[in-house]
């Protein structure tokens, strides 16, 4: 069953509603999309040669289902997840799950991780079967976390997002 947009915005809000209290709203989208992302890349890429992204070995989104629970939580996403994903594709700015100013410390830090991890283990969530040709998934679910995050945070659209429909110019 392909999947339902709708399934993947009920997740990312309830990721955001894990999120809520230990950072500014404006700062959820960067652990909710990298999220997003590792899950993405590793159902549509993980395992294929010549692939658009690599992921490296250990660094999949399974193995970060594997380290839930653990204390190191947030360090060992940054080395062995984040890292190896970000080296092997060029890619910067990735949000630093083991900050203990946005996620909290100790046990705090371990258990909304570990419930962020499995908000995204939703079986509904299986990108591998998304095979609508130009259907950009990644695009969509940042544009609706920036429209909600516009309304969270008091400011009128125009100053924070401008919708697609706005912005399209034929």
Excluded at 20 to 47: E, I, N, P, W
Excluded at 52 to 62: L, Q
Excluded at 107 to 116: F, S, Y
Aim: glycine share 8%.
């Amino acid at each position: 069953m392909a999947l339902k947009k709708s399934e993947l915005y009920s997740s990312l809000w309830s990721s955001c509603d894990e999120l809520r209290g230990g950072m500014d709203a404006s700062q959820y989208k960067d652990y909710v999309l990298v999220l997003l992302f590792v899950k993405y890349v590793s159902d549509k890429f993980a395992g294929q040669p010549y692939a658009a992204i690599t992921v490296p070995k250990g660094a999949s989104f399974a193995d970060m289902v594997a380290l839930k629970g653990k204390p190191d939580i947030g360090d060992q996403i940054n080395k062995k997840i984040l890292g190896p994903l970000a080296r092997a594709n060029d890619l910067s700015e990735m949000a630093d799950f083991n900050d203990p100013n946005k996620l909290g410390s100790g046990k705090e830090m371990v258990d909304r991780i570990t419930n962020l991890i499995s908000i995204f283990e939703n079986p509904a969530l299986d990108f591998s079967k998304n095979r609508a040709d130009g259907d950009d998934l990644l695009g969509d679910a940042y544009e609706y976390l920036m429209r909600h995050f516009a309304t969270e945070s008091g400011k009128s659209k125009g100053q924070f997002y401008t919708p697609a429909e706005v912005s399209r110019v034929r």
